[in-house]
């Protein structure tokens, strides 16, 4: 039984997320205090109350995501013994959860993790002017049909393919004009939805490119390690061990599709047969079960599920 490890992105925060793994878990408890810490910020405080509107703030949700990631994977360390190194083949982040995947499998410590993600939340919702960019989910289309739309609806400004979630599942970005010209080309193209989506800047297309340099000059001055299992990249769709070519992955990432539909496809290709979503909510669990048909997929993110998940990956 091979196992992935997957780690969410921004969408998938809650208020109160990670509060019971704190109550419970002194290994959790200490994973909260070292993001405060490095934040010079109550941030737990924030995910556990509210309000909603900040918490969902791109600087503050994409740590907070990482915390809440993080101090799973210490509760399955220190009251189990299962340890990345020791369970998982592979493991895989979608957008902001890359790096979550990188902490748990020890390239970036914690501390320099949840710092690089308040950059990069700050980076991307500094990149473009409020209301200049949109991004739009289209249902319905494959990827390479969406793809054809976005560049159809650019007409000049920009308009790509954001995030291949699943087959029929495709998010674009760019334009808030050229978004909206791609919803009307995609329903015309059969498209059996196109949703605008409520996000505060147009992610993972070239308007992101001064986050991108901005990420590029942050990750420099951060130590990384070899990761103890490949990751799986958003932008390859293929697994990385080396520091460096991490690196670059992820400043490409910013402007980047992320391709987790052929992420999730490379490994159960390679054998991955369960998949662990790891942290709040159940987004990637969902996308698994439409990537990877054949294989299991599990969410773990409180207490109970910690249980439950230990049981099935130590009868094998």
């Not at 196109?194 to 340099?213: E, G, N, Q, R």
Request: a negative charge.
């Amino acid at each position: 039984m091979a196992i992935a490890f997957m780690f969410p992105g921004q969408g998938s925060q809650a208020v109160g997320m990670g509060k019971a793994l704190a109550e419970n878990f002194a290994s959790a408890r200490a994973v909260f205090d070292e993001v405060d810490a490095a934040l010079g910020q109550n941030l737990s405080d924030l995910m556990w109350t509210g309000p909603e509107a900040e918490l969902t703030l791109t600087e503050n949700c994409q740590p907070a995501l990482l915390a809440v990631s993080m101090a799973v994977i210490r509760v399955l360390e220190a009251e189990h013994g299962i340890t990345v190194a020791n369970t998982a083949k592979f493991v895989a982040g979608h957008s902001l959860g890359e790096y979550s995947a990188l902490a748990a499998a020890g390239t970036f410590a914690l501390a320099d993790a949840a710092r690089l993600l308040r950059i990069r939340g700050t980076a991307m919702q500094n990149a473009t002017p409020l209301g200049t960019g949109a991004m739009a989910a289209l249902l319905g289309l494959d990827f390479a049909t969406a793809s054809a739309v976005a560049a159809e609806a650019a007409e000049g400004d920009v308009c790509q393919a954001a995030n291949d979630n699943s087959d029929g599942q495709v998010v674009i970005s760019g334009h808030k004009a050229a978004v909206e010209r791609a919803m009307v080309i995609a329903k015309a193209k059969g498209a059996k939805r196109a949703i605008m989506l409520t996000v505060s800047a147009p992610f993972h297309c070239a308007l992101m490119k001064p986050a991108a340099d901005v990420m590029a000059e942050a990750l420099a001055q951060v130590a990384m390690k070899a990761p103890v299992v490949p990751v799986v990249a958003n932008v390859g769709a293929a697994p990385l061990s080396d520091p460096s070519a991490i690196r670059d992955s992820l400043v490409a990432q910013v402007t980047g599709t992320v391709r987790w539909r052929e992420c999730v496809g490379y490994m159960a290709d390679h054998g991955v047969s369960h998949f662990y979503e790891i942290g709040s909510g159940r987004v990637l669990m969902g996308l698994s079960r439409k990537n990877a048909p054949n294989g299991d997929a599990h969410h773990v993110g409180t207490p109970e599920d910690i249980t439950a998940a230990v049981a099935l990956i130590k009868q094998g």
